[in-house]
């Protein structure tokens, strides 16, 4: 089972859609791990509320002509408790299987809102 | 037509975001009805809450439930029985922060309608839920959450998702399973890593596609278009919305399956709206519970809890219920149609009919045991009649604002303030006692029935009795202490009784009449001059006044009691004390001016203290008693008897000195047949004004006494 990664490198997304990939999947693969790194400079953690961020991830069956969506995850600006500790959150992610088939692709969407945010991450399909 | 399964979404793996506020995923629906349940985790869930949508309508959002009942994470199940048909997206978002969320959807082919859900929370293995019973057809579909990984679902059971995400919270992992209805309990479980846990099950009744192969559906009123997709258990064809199933209305009157969701609800209107009579089942279960020999359980108790405890909110009848009683308890206003149909009811301009009719006459009939609230309000009524003697908390309970140690406060109080007021009309039992305490206060006259039973008592006719006998009877016996307006009247009649001296407010208000510094009115001063004028035969306490009145007044003896408290007075062997001794004191030392017979005894103590000089009709009267025209009475007969004779030696005396004479018996015998023989009244009259107005003349008669 080989697992692709489809890197994202640090950089500023300004506000508006973006995307990453997309990238061919193994047919014996499903799961999508889309991370993003909210500790940058400018990330996530370092923005206020008002700065949101959709990142989300589509699949397509026919080599890119058509795509469809799996799931995404809504991520705001600013320092939440990942535990009972009180541990900030380091990373977000939107983990989803994909709908099984053969020569799929997959990509990763970002949606960012409020203001520009820096991030770095990656699209994981094992 | 039974409950079938028809996809789960976005896949058997679920969907999970961390450190997000949002988690969406793709569902492609063909079936009539979407259920999602989303697990939240965060270290501490304070003030969150998730709301979800499916093809961007809204999700009717069950309750959150927390696994094992801590806060750091929940669980919620949303539900659609009109989910949009084809790829669309649920969308789940988190309000009050960032956490993990973790969920998947499952939609139902042939449902009808959902039952209430149910839920169970625990740490152990397995997470597990168990509905209160099921309907043949139907089908469970359950969701849980935990702070660590679902394994498995466990047979019946059939897993359609589990998503585990991590354990750093106590709602990291999230997973959905259905089971069949089996017509009894449904348990659904799953093998978890031993954690806190929450499991929500809602059961999916099948739709009912009615005679004939019919397909009913409920929709709004007006609809006119072809029926949609999906069989519901209600038409709406006929064009009326009360219209129901020809088969499932019966079935349920009947007993033989069990109402839900819109099933209860247009149950309850039609027989609020009285378009059907409850028989059978439904009929035996209401009076069962109405009787308190059976206690609503299940979804029932849940769900009317929920609603007054505020966690949910109810609608239809419980929600008419809940209004009702927060109106009687004074937390909220009655208005609207509320307050017209209770008003319509107590003022008479409506009549309850029904059921509710029925039952209540049943109960006051005593052909039935009342239960619950009936009770209460049947021992009320029964208490007030005097067929029974309050107790225990009733008894305290009206005691309390009678005896002044509470202040009745909410809707009573405001309603009562307003009746009073005048700014709205007292009906009823309201009506009553303002009118009562009005005739008391004089600006409405008695008549009729209150006429009648306020004399009557008044008159000796007829004698309280029950629980305001004895208890007026305790309170004037001393036994127990009375406060309040009843400790006023007490100290009113025990001050005209003379064993207590008035003093304060009730001093003043009984002097300032006395002393004709007010006049008294209404119903006291009509039903007093009346008393007196002869035109209607005074009772009671009004009776002893009148007599002693005329017993002053000289037209009747005193004898008895009257007598003895006027004469040893008068004797000097008792001592006129309280009111009297100062309204007298007060009187004859000017400090106020007297009135009817003090003014006149006034009168007669200054002209023979000689400050005044007789004129007029007591001129007369006194002349003409010693003049001896007409025989004195009462204290002039005192005087005379007294006066005349030692004035009639004091003359014959003096004669005898002046003649040398010393048998001055005889002379006194003869001046007094003198002034004891008729004279006329011409003769009389200017002698008598020279006699009254010669002031030496009348001390020269104190010093021969």
Aim: hydrophobic share 40%; net charge positive; charged share 10%.
């Amino acid at each position: 089972m080989a697992t692709t990664t489809v890197p994202i490198p640090l950089l500023t997304l300004a506000v508006g859609t973006r995307e990453f990939g997309p990238a061919s999947v193994d047919d014996t693969t499903n799961a999508v791990t889309l991370t993003i790194d909210r500790t940058v400079a400018n990330g996530l953690n370092s923005k206020p509320a008002t700065t949101t961020l959709e990142i989300g991830v589509w699949q397509s069956d026919d080599n890119g002509a058509s795509w469809q969506f799996r799931a995404s995850a809504g991520l705001i600006g600013g320092l939440y408790p990942s535990n009972q500790a009180g541990d900030p959150y380091l990373f977000s992610d939107v983990q989803v299987d994909l709908t099984p088939g053969v020569g799929r692709r997959v990509k990763a969407v970002t949606e960012t809102a409020g203001s520009s945010v820096a991030v770095s991450g990656s699209l994981v399909i094992a | 037509m039974a409950v079938t399964f028809d996809a789960v979404g976005p896949s058997s793996a679920g969907a999970s975001a961390a450190g997000a506020s949002s988690l969406t995923w793709s569902h492609t629906n063909t079936g009539n009805a979407l259920l999602a349940g989303c697990a939240v985790g965060t270290g501490n869930d304070a003030g969150m809450s998730t709301t979800a949508t499916y093809a961007a309508a809204a999700l009717t959002a069950g309750a959150i439930v927390h696994t094992n009942l801590a806060t750091t994470g929940f669980l919620r199940v949303f539900t659609t029985l009109t989910p949009a048909a084809g790829a669309n997206n649920v969308v789940v978002t988190l309000a009050g922060g960032t956490a993990d969320l973790e969920g998947g959807s499952v939609s139902v082919a042939g449902a009808g309608s959902f039952q209430t859900q149910y839920s169970a929370t625990g740490a152990a293995d397995p997470a597990t839920a168990t509905s209160a019973g099921s309907a043949s057809g139907g089908m469970i579909v359950a969701f849980a959450g935990c702070g660590n990984s679902f394994t498995s679902a466990t047979a019946p059971s059939t897993s359609r998702f589990i998503k585990n995400l991590n354990g750093n919270s106590g709602g990291g992992n999230c997973a959905g399973a259905t089971s069949p209805s089996t017509g009894s309990n449904v348990t659904t479980a799953w093998s978890i890593v031993p954690d806190s846990y929450a499991v929500i099950g809602v059961e999916v009744l099948a739709a009912d596609l009615g005679d004939g192969g019919w397909r009913f559906r409920l929709v709004p009123p007006g609809h006119s278009g072809p029926p949609n997709r999906g069989p519901v258990g209600w038409q709406a064809w006929a064009g009326t919305e009360n219209t129901t199933s020809a088969t499932t209305f019966p079935q349920v009157l009947s007993g033989s399956i069990t109402a839900a969701g819109t099933v209860v609800l247009q149950t309850g209107k039609n027989l609020l709206a009285g378009a059907s009579t409850a028989s059978g089942t439904l009929s035996r279960q209401t009076q069962k519970l109405l009787a308190a020999t059976s206690s609503p359980g299940g979804v029932l108790t849940r769900q009317a809890a929920k609603s007054f405890a505020g966690s949910s909110t109810p609608g239809g009848v419980a929600s008419f219920t809940k209004v009702v009683l927060k109106a009687f308890a004074g937390t909220v206003t009655a208005a609207g149609v509320l307050i017209r149909q209770a008003q319509k009811v107590l003022t008479g301009s409506s009549t309850p009919t029904g059921t509710v009719s029925r039952q209540a006459q049943k109960v006051l009939a005593g052909s039935t045991t009342p239960g619950g609230v009936l009770v209460v309000v049947r021992t009320v009524l029964r208490a007030f009649a005097g067929t029974i003697t309050p107790s225990g908390l009733l008894a305290r309970l009206t005691n309390k604002p009678l005896a002044g140690s509470s202040t009745p406060t909410g809707i009573l109080t405001r309603q009562t303030r307003k009746s009073f007021a005048g700014s709205s009309t007292a009906t009823g039992g309201l009506g009553v006692l303002k009118t009562v305490l009005r005739a008391f206060a004089g600006s409405v006259t008695p008549g009729g029935t209150l006429a009648r039973l306020t004399s009557k008592p008044l008159a000796g006719s007829s004698t309280p009795t029950g629980t305001l006998s004895r208890q007026t009877a305790k309170t004037f016996a001393g036994s127990s202490t009375p406060t309040g307006g009843v400790a006023l009247l007490r100290a009113f009649l025990r001050a005209f009784a003379g064993t207590i001296t008035p003093g304060g407010t009730l001093a003043r208000q009984t002097g300032k009449p006395l002393a004709g510094t007010t006049t008294p009115v209404g119903t006291l001063a009509r039903t007093t001059l009346k008393s007196f004028a002869g035109s209607s035969t005074p009772t009671g306490v009004l009776a002893r006044g009148l007599l002693a009145i005329r017993a002053f007044a000289g037209s009747v003896t005193p004898s008895g009691i009257l007598a003895r408290r006027t004469l040893k007075p008068l004797a000097g062997s008792s001592t006129p004390s309280g009111i009297l001794a100062r309204q007298t004191r007060k009187s004859f030392a000017g400090a106020s001016t007297p009135a009817g017979v003090v003014a006149a005894g006034r009168l007669v103590a200054r002209v023979f203290a000689g400050t005044v000089s007789a004129a007029g009709t007591l001129s007369r009267r006194t002349l003409k008693s010693f003049a001896g025209t007409v025989a004195p009475a009462g204290l002039a007969s005192i005087l005379a008897n007294l006066v005349a004779p030692v004035f009639a030696r004091s003359v014959a005396a003096v004669v005898a000195a002046v003649s040398g004479r010393s048998d001055h018996t005889s002379a006194a015998a003869g001046i007094s047949r003198i002034l004891a023989a008729p004279t006329s009244t011409a003769a009389a009259g200017p002698a008598a004004d020279s006699a009254a107005t010669t002031e030496p003349a009348v001390r020269g008669k104190g010093d021969i006494l």
